[in-house]
Protein backbone atom coordinates (compact mmCIF):
# COMPACT_ATOMS: atom_id res chain seq x y z
CA UNK A 1 0.00 0.00 0.00
CA UNK A 2 1.38 3.46 -0.83
CA UNK A 3 2.05 5.42 2.02
CA UNK A 4 -0.26 8.42 3.10
CA UNK A 5 1.59 11.27 2.96
CA UNK A 6 1.29 13.72 6.42
CA UNK A 7 0.62 17.07 7.44
CA UNK A 8 1.58 18.13 11.22
CA UNK A 9 1.58 14.35 11.96
CA UNK A 10 -1.93 13.59 10.57
CA UNK A 11 -2.88 11.52 7.94
CA UNK A 12 -3.91 13.86 4.50
CA UNK A 13 -6.60 13.00 1.88
CA UNK A 14 -7.22 14.73 -1.19
CA UNK A 15 -11.24 14.54 -0.60
CA UNK A 16 -12.71 14.98 2.67
CA UNK A 17 -13.69 18.83 2.97
CA UNK A 18 -13.03 17.89 7.24
CA UNK A 19 -9.36 16.61 6.69
CA UNK A 20 -8.13 18.36 4.17
CA UNK A 21 -6.22 21.63 5.00
CA UNK A 22 -6.62 22.41 0.91
CA UNK A 23 -10.17 22.70 0.99
CA UNK A 24 -12.14 25.20 1.63
CA UNK A 25 -15.89 24.05 1.34
CA UNK A 26 -17.16 22.22 4.21
CA UNK A 27 -20.43 21.13 2.62
CA UNK A 28 -21.23 17.84 0.19
CA UNK A 29 -17.26 18.20 -0.56
CA UNK A 30 -18.49 21.19 -2.75
CA UNK A 31 -20.56 19.17 -4.77
CA UNK A 32 -24.33 20.51 -5.43
CA UNK A 33 -26.79 17.90 -3.96
CA UNK A 34 -29.66 18.69 -6.83
CA UNK A 35 -29.39 19.15 -10.62
CA UNK A 36 -30.07 22.66 -11.71
CA UNK A 37 -31.76 22.69 -14.81
CA UNK A 38 -29.94 23.44 -17.99
CA UNK A 39 -32.47 25.08 -19.81
CA UNK A 40 -31.22 27.66 -23.28
CA UNK A 41 -32.23 30.76 -24.46
CA UNK A 42 -35.04 29.46 -26.00
CA UNK A 43 -36.77 28.65 -22.77
CA UNK A 44 -36.50 31.93 -21.73
CA UNK A 45 -38.10 33.35 -24.71
CA UNK A 46 -41.05 30.54 -24.34
CA UNK A 47 -41.63 31.67 -20.63
CA UNK A 48 -42.29 35.33 -22.00
CA UNK A 49 -44.17 34.74 -25.37
CA UNK A 50 -46.21 32.70 -23.52
CA UNK A 51 -47.19 34.97 -21.01
CA UNK A 52 -47.87 37.86 -23.51
CA UNK A 53 -50.10 35.05 -25.56
CA UNK A 54 -51.95 34.60 -22.34
CA UNK A 55 -52.33 38.36 -21.09
CA UNK A 56 -53.99 39.19 -24.62
CA UNK A 57 -56.63 36.03 -24.48
CA UNK A 58 -57.73 37.62 -21.02
CA UNK A 59 -57.97 41.16 -22.92
CA UNK A 60 -60.36 39.48 -25.63
CA UNK A 61 -62.31 37.85 -23.33
CA UNK A 62 -62.90 41.03 -20.78
CA UNK A 63 -63.43 42.78 -23.90
CA UNK A 64 -66.32 40.86 -25.42
CA UNK A 65 -67.38 40.72 -21.57
CA UNK A 66 -67.53 44.43 -22.10
CA UNK A 67 -68.72 44.70 -25.06
CA UNK A 68 -66.39 46.68 -26.60
CA UNK A 69 -66.69 47.14 -30.09
CA UNK A 70 -63.52 48.48 -31.30
CA UNK A 71 -61.72 46.20 -34.16
CA UNK A 72 -58.37 47.28 -34.03
CA UNK A 73 -58.54 46.39 -30.31
CA UNK A 74 -59.68 42.66 -30.90
CA UNK A 75 -57.60 42.43 -34.16
CA UNK A 76 -54.33 42.87 -31.78
CA UNK A 77 -55.11 40.59 -29.17
CA UNK A 78 -56.60 37.67 -31.33
CA UNK A 79 -53.93 37.61 -33.81
CA UNK A 80 -51.52 38.04 -30.85
CA UNK A 81 -52.52 35.37 -29.23
CA UNK A 82 -52.17 32.78 -32.37
CA UNK A 83 -48.86 34.31 -33.01
CA UNK A 84 -47.45 33.49 -29.18
CA UNK A 85 -48.98 30.14 -29.28
CA UNK A 86 -47.57 29.58 -32.69
CA UNK A 87 -43.87 30.68 -31.23
CA UNK A 88 -44.23 28.81 -27.96
CA UNK A 89 -44.33 24.54 -28.99
CA UNK A 90 -41.25 25.94 -31.66
CA UNK A 91 -39.41 26.91 -29.07
CA UNK A 92 -39.90 24.41 -26.24
CA UNK A 93 -39.42 21.84 -29.36
CA UNK A 94 -36.23 23.22 -30.38
CA UNK A 95 -35.32 23.08 -26.66
CA UNK A 96 -36.41 19.91 -26.25
CA UNK A 97 -34.05 19.04 -29.54
CA UNK A 98 -36.39 16.93 -30.94
CA UNK A 99 -40.07 17.04 -32.03
CA UNK A 100 -41.85 13.29 -30.36
CA UNK A 101 -40.71 14.75 -27.03
CA UNK A 102 -43.35 17.09 -27.28
CA UNK A 103 -45.53 14.84 -28.22
CA UNK A 104 -44.45 12.20 -25.95
CA UNK A 105 -45.79 14.48 -23.18
CA UNK A 106 -49.51 14.32 -25.02
CA UNK A 107 -49.82 10.70 -24.88
CA UNK A 108 -51.32 10.35 -21.25
CA UNK A 109 -51.88 13.23 -18.32
CA UNK A 110 -50.41 13.30 -15.26
CA UNK A 111 -52.21 15.94 -13.73
CA UNK A 112 -49.07 16.03 -10.83
CA UNK A 113 -46.75 16.36 -13.35
CA UNK A 114 -46.74 20.23 -14.36
CA UNK A 115 -44.24 19.10 -17.90
CA UNK A 116 -47.47 17.21 -18.73
CA UNK A 117 -50.59 19.46 -17.78
CA UNK A 118 -48.10 22.56 -19.21
CA UNK A 119 -48.11 20.67 -22.60
CA UNK A 120 -51.77 19.76 -22.32
CA UNK A 121 -52.58 23.00 -21.41
CA UNK A 122 -50.36 25.15 -24.00
CA UNK A 123 -51.93 22.39 -27.15
CA UNK A 124 -55.52 22.84 -26.09
CA UNK A 125 -54.92 26.70 -25.66
CA UNK A 126 -53.32 27.26 -28.61
CA UNK A 127 -56.40 25.14 -30.44
CA UNK A 128 -58.97 27.35 -29.25
CA UNK A 129 -56.87 30.40 -29.83
CA UNK A 130 -56.47 29.35 -33.31
CA UNK A 131 -60.16 29.10 -33.83
CA UNK A 132 -61.14 31.92 -32.55
CA UNK A 133 -58.18 34.07 -34.80
CA UNK A 134 -59.15 31.91 -37.41
CA UNK A 135 -62.67 33.98 -37.01
CA UNK A 136 -61.44 37.16 -36.88
CA UNK A 137 -59.21 36.75 -40.22
CA UNK A 138 -62.31 35.48 -42.09
CA UNK A 139 -64.27 38.46 -40.82
CA UNK A 140 -61.25 40.87 -41.77
CA UNK A 141 -61.41 38.97 -45.25
CA UNK A 142 -57.43 37.55 -44.96
CA UNK A 143 -58.99 34.15 -46.11
CA UNK A 144 -58.83 34.77 -49.97
CA UNK A 145 -62.36 35.98 -49.99
CA UNK A 146 -65.72 34.32 -49.74
CA UNK A 147 -65.31 30.62 -49.70
CA UNK A 148 -66.02 27.63 -48.20
CA UNK A 149 -63.12 28.27 -45.37
CA UNK A 150 -64.23 31.54 -44.26
CA UNK A 151 -68.14 30.69 -44.42
CA UNK A 152 -66.94 27.88 -42.45
CA UNK A 153 -64.47 29.51 -39.52
CA UNK A 154 -67.54 32.82 -39.66
CA UNK A 155 -70.10 29.93 -37.86
CA UNK A 156 -67.26 29.62 -34.87
CA UNK A 157 -68.96 30.89 -31.83
CA UNK A 158 -65.60 32.81 -30.69
CA UNK A 159 -66.99 34.54 -27.82
CA UNK A 160 -68.24 31.30 -26.04
CA UNK A 161 -64.71 29.73 -27.20
CA UNK A 162 -62.68 32.68 -25.59
CA UNK A 163 -64.40 32.28 -22.54
CA UNK A 164 -64.17 28.36 -22.69
CA UNK A 165 -60.06 29.10 -23.10
CA UNK A 166 -59.66 31.18 -20.52
CA UNK A 167 -58.96 28.90 -17.70
CA UNK A 168 -56.06 27.10 -20.01
CA UNK A 169 -54.94 30.63 -21.21
CA UNK A 170 -54.63 31.61 -17.00
CA UNK A 171 -52.62 28.31 -16.66
CA UNK A 172 -50.20 29.09 -19.43
CA UNK A 173 -49.73 32.69 -17.60
CA UNK A 174 -48.64 31.45 -14.57
CA UNK A 175 -47.46 28.15 -16.02
CA UNK A 176 -43.70 29.27 -15.78
CA UNK A 177 -44.42 29.52 -11.52
CA UNK A 178 -46.05 26.36 -11.11
CA UNK A 179 -42.89 24.47 -13.13
CA UNK A 180 -40.14 26.03 -10.76
CA UNK A 181 -41.72 25.56 -7.69
CA UNK A 182 -42.68 21.45 -8.38
CA UNK A 183 -38.93 21.41 -8.09
CA UNK A 184 -36.41 21.26 -4.86
CA UNK A 185 -34.36 24.37 -5.47
CA UNK A 186 -34.35 26.64 -2.48
CA UNK A 187 -35.39 30.00 -4.66
CA UNK A 188 -38.30 28.55 -6.02
CA UNK A 189 -39.59 26.20 -3.83
CA UNK A 190 -39.99 28.53 -0.96
CA UNK A 191 -42.08 30.58 -2.75
CA UNK A 192 -44.13 27.86 -3.50
CA UNK A 193 -47.24 29.97 -2.34
CA UNK A 194 -46.65 32.75 -4.56
CA UNK A 195 -44.65 32.31 -7.63
CA UNK A 196 -48.02 31.25 -9.86
CA UNK A 197 -49.79 34.42 -8.90
CA UNK A 198 -46.52 36.66 -9.87
CA UNK A 199 -45.75 34.82 -12.85
CA UNK A 200 -49.79 35.69 -14.23
CA UNK A 201 -49.65 39.25 -12.98
CA UNK A 202 -46.33 39.72 -15.05
CA UNK A 203 -48.37 37.58 -18.15
CA UNK A 204 -51.46 39.89 -17.95
CA UNK A 205 -49.08 43.32 -17.80
CA UNK A 206 -47.08 41.79 -20.79
CA UNK A 207 -49.77 41.35 -22.69
CA UNK A 208 -51.62 44.74 -22.09
CA UNK A 209 -47.91 46.87 -22.70
CA UNK A 210 -47.77 44.50 -26.03
CA UNK A 211 -51.65 45.31 -26.89
CA UNK A 212 -51.05 49.37 -26.09
CA UNK A 213 -47.83 49.26 -28.08
CA UNK A 214 -49.37 47.74 -31.09
CA UNK A 215 -52.43 50.02 -30.97
CA UNK A 216 -50.24 53.39 -30.31
CA UNK A 217 -47.48 52.63 -32.76
CA UNK A 218 -49.99 51.52 -35.54
CA UNK A 219 -52.02 55.32 -34.79
CA UNK A 220 -55.36 52.18 -33.85
CA UNK A 221 -57.82 52.15 -31.77
CA UNK A 222 -60.37 54.29 -29.63
CA UNK A 223 -59.43 56.63 -27.15
CA UNK A 224 -61.54 54.83 -24.96
CA UNK A 225 -59.82 52.01 -25.37
CA UNK A 226 -56.14 53.54 -24.59
CA UNK A 227 -57.30 54.77 -21.62
CA UNK A 228 -59.26 51.58 -20.37
CA UNK A 229 -55.42 50.19 -21.31
CA UNK A 230 -53.19 52.74 -19.48
CA UNK A 231 -55.83 52.43 -16.23
CA UNK A 232 -55.42 48.13 -16.06
CA UNK A 233 -51.50 48.61 -16.58
CA UNK A 234 -51.32 50.91 -13.92
CA UNK A 235 -53.54 48.69 -12.03
CA UNK A 236 -51.77 45.09 -12.83
CA UNK A 237 -48.11 46.94 -12.73
CA UNK A 238 -48.91 47.79 -8.73
CA UNK A 239 -50.37 44.45 -7.65
CA UNK A 240 -47.44 42.85 -9.86
CA UNK A 241 -44.78 44.84 -7.49
CA UNK A 242 -46.79 44.04 -4.27
CA UNK A 243 -46.64 40.02 -5.57
CA UNK A 244 -42.59 40.49 -6.26
CA UNK A 245 -42.25 42.43 -2.99
CA UNK A 246 -44.00 39.73 -0.86
CA UNK A 247 -42.05 37.03 -3.16
CA UNK A 248 -38.58 38.43 -1.50
CA UNK A 249 -40.52 38.41 1.63
CA UNK A 250 -41.16 35.00 1.56
CA UNK A 251 -38.05 33.70 0.12
CA UNK A 252 -35.92 35.21 2.79
CA UNK A 253 -32.17 34.57 2.28
CA UNK A 254 -32.52 32.22 -0.46
CA UNK A 255 -33.40 35.17 -2.71
CA UNK A 256 -29.77 36.26 -2.67
CA UNK A 257 -28.69 35.26 -5.97
CA UNK A 258 -31.28 37.79 -7.49
CA UNK A 259 -29.09 40.11 -5.50
CA UNK A 260 -25.70 39.04 -7.11
CA UNK A 261 -23.23 40.70 -9.02
CA UNK A 262 -24.20 39.12 -12.50
CA UNK A 263 -27.92 39.31 -12.05
CA UNK A 264 -28.65 42.36 -9.43
CA UNK A 265 -28.26 45.41 -11.74
CA UNK A 266 -30.79 42.78 -14.23
CA UNK A 267 -32.88 42.45 -11.62
CA UNK A 268 -33.39 45.78 -9.56
CA UNK A 269 -32.44 48.28 -12.47
CA UNK A 270 -34.01 45.85 -15.24
CA UNK A 271 -37.16 44.27 -13.72
CA UNK A 272 -38.05 46.68 -10.71
CA UNK A 273 -36.91 49.97 -12.02
CA UNK A 274 -37.24 49.72 -15.40
CA UNK A 275 -40.02 47.44 -15.92
CA UNK A 276 -42.48 48.46 -12.97
CA UNK A 277 -41.19 51.79 -11.23
CA UNK A 278 -40.50 53.53 -14.53
CA UNK A 279 -43.82 52.81 -16.65
CA UNK A 280 -45.36 53.70 -13.34
CA UNK A 281 -44.35 56.90 -13.43
CA UNK A 282 -44.60 57.44 -16.87
CA UNK A 283 -48.44 56.13 -16.64
CA UNK A 284 -48.81 58.61 -13.87
CA UNK A 285 -48.59 61.50 -15.74
CA UNK A 286 -50.33 63.52 -18.85
CA UNK A 287 -50.55 60.77 -21.60
CA UNK A 288 -49.22 61.11 -24.01
CA UNK A 289 -48.28 58.97 -27.34
CA UNK A 290 -44.41 58.77 -26.76
CA UNK A 291 -44.97 58.21 -23.10
CA UNK A 292 -47.65 55.14 -23.56
CA UNK A 293 -44.94 53.95 -26.47
CA UNK A 294 -42.08 54.02 -23.86
CA UNK A 295 -44.11 52.66 -20.85
CA UNK A 296 -44.99 49.58 -22.70
CA UNK A 297 -41.33 48.74 -24.06
CA UNK A 298 -39.71 48.98 -20.26
CA UNK A 299 -42.59 47.18 -18.97
CA UNK A 300 -41.72 44.30 -22.08
CA UNK A 301 -38.29 43.89 -21.41
CA UNK A 302 -38.83 44.12 -17.98
CA UNK A 303 -41.13 41.10 -17.93
CA UNK A 304 -38.50 38.95 -19.99
CA UNK A 305 -35.96 39.82 -17.67
CA UNK A 306 -37.39 38.92 -14.66
CA UNK A 307 -37.99 35.78 -16.19
CA UNK A 308 -34.42 35.50 -16.99
CA UNK A 309 -33.26 36.32 -13.49
CA UNK A 310 -35.87 33.67 -11.85
CA UNK A 311 -34.49 30.87 -13.79
CA UNK A 312 -30.89 31.86 -13.87
CA UNK A 313 -31.17 32.92 -10.04
CA UNK A 314 -32.41 29.19 -9.18
CA UNK A 315 -29.64 27.75 -11.35
CA UNK A 316 -26.93 29.75 -8.68
CA UNK A 317 -29.46 28.41 -5.68
CA UNK A 318 -29.42 24.77 -6.97
CA UNK A 319 -25.28 25.15 -7.02
CA UNK A 320 -25.01 26.12 -3.62
CA UNK A 321 -25.49 23.40 -0.85
CA UNK A 322 -25.25 25.91 2.08
CA UNK A 323 -28.59 27.11 0.26
CA UNK A 324 -30.22 23.56 -0.16
CA UNK A 325 -29.00 21.95 3.45
CA UNK A 326 -30.38 25.08 5.32
CA UNK A 327 -33.48 25.24 2.85
CA UNK A 328 -33.93 21.03 3.42
CA UNK A 329 -33.66 21.41 7.43
CA UNK A 330 -35.91 23.85 7.31
CA UNK A 331 -38.26 22.09 4.95
CA UNK A 332 -38.65 25.00 3.11
CA UNK A 333 -41.59 26.39 5.09
CA UNK A 334 -43.62 24.57 2.13
CA UNK A 335 -46.01 21.27 2.71
CA UNK A 336 -43.98 19.00 0.56
CA UNK A 337 -40.63 19.59 -1.54
CA UNK A 338 -40.69 17.80 -5.08
CA UNK A 339 -37.24 17.15 -6.39
CA UNK A 340 -35.74 17.41 -10.10
Keep these: MAEETKRNGKPETSHHPETDPERGDKNYYGIPPIKRAHWT ?34 RTTKYTTLATMTISPVLLIWDLGRPERFLNM ?67 GAYT ?12 ARNWLLMGPTF ?23 GKTLGALKKAEKIVLAVEAVLIAASLVRMGKWSKPLFSKKLGPLFVGGTL ?31 FLFRYVMVVGGRESADDPESYFTFAKKDGGRPEAGSK
Design 41 to 74: WQIYVYFWVGGIGAGSHLLTVIGHLLGWRDEAFF
Design 106 to 172: LRIVKLRSPMSTGSWALSLFGSMSGLVATKRAAEDGLLLGDNFLSRLAKLVPDRLVSVLALPLGLYV
Design 177 to 188: GILLIATSVPMW
Design 200 to 222: LSSAVSSGLSWTSLVLHLGNWGE
Design 273 to 303: VGGIAAPLVLLSGKETRNKSILASVLVLVGG
